[in-house]
């Protein structure tokens, strides 16, 4: 099944150095049939692009757990082939379970933030806990940093990515 997995920069370093993803809690995101039954309308493509955002907003709540970095703020996301997981309709239509960490040979992609996005999520990292109750105003400041869009990497570009920062 092909996940998304939410990560941080300092997760993406740890990946490239030991060829391995440990996911925070296994939980990463996936096009599952309840997804798919949730929406009427809308290819693979689509559906993909719908997991892959809420990916990116998990990788925001990560970010504001993780207050000691000192990589830049960036949402992170990590796309990969796995055989085995945990559909988790009880927690979300698209989460799932992961079985076991990610090896490095699985990585299709990832998907990070570009340095014009920094504001953004600075700013939404102070409030996604609001947003998550309800606050309309904290709401509006992660969709900011939701807007936008993550830029595209081959797992083999990932260590000069990593250096560049």
Not at 70 to 86: I, L, N
Request: net charge negative.
């Amino acid at each position: 099944m092909r996940v998304y997995v939410p990560v941080t920069l300092a997760m993406l370093q740890q990946l490239v150095a030991d060829q391995i993803l440990h996911a925070r809690s296994g939980t990463a995101f996936a096009v599952t049939p309840a997804l798919r039954e949730a929406y009427a309308h809308g290819d693979d493509d689509e559906l993909a692009d719908v997991v892959l955002r809420e990916a990116a907003l998990a990788s925001l709540r990560l970010l504001a757990a993780d207050g000691t970095s000192d990589m830049p703020p960036r949402r992170a996301v990590v796309e990969a082939e796995v055989a085995d997981v945990t559909l988790r309709a009880d927690l979300d239509d698209a989460v799932v379970r992961l079985s076991a960490p990610v090896a490095f040979g699985d990585v299709i992609a990832a998907y990070v933030d570009n340095a014009d996005a920094q504001p953004a999520v600075l700013a939404a990292i102070e409030v996604v806990d609001e947003a998550d109750l309800g606050d309309e105003d904290a709401e509006f400041v992660v969709g900011d940093a939701q807007d936008h869009d993550l830029a595209w990497y081959a797992p083999q570009e990932l260590p000069f990515l990593l250096e560049l920062l």
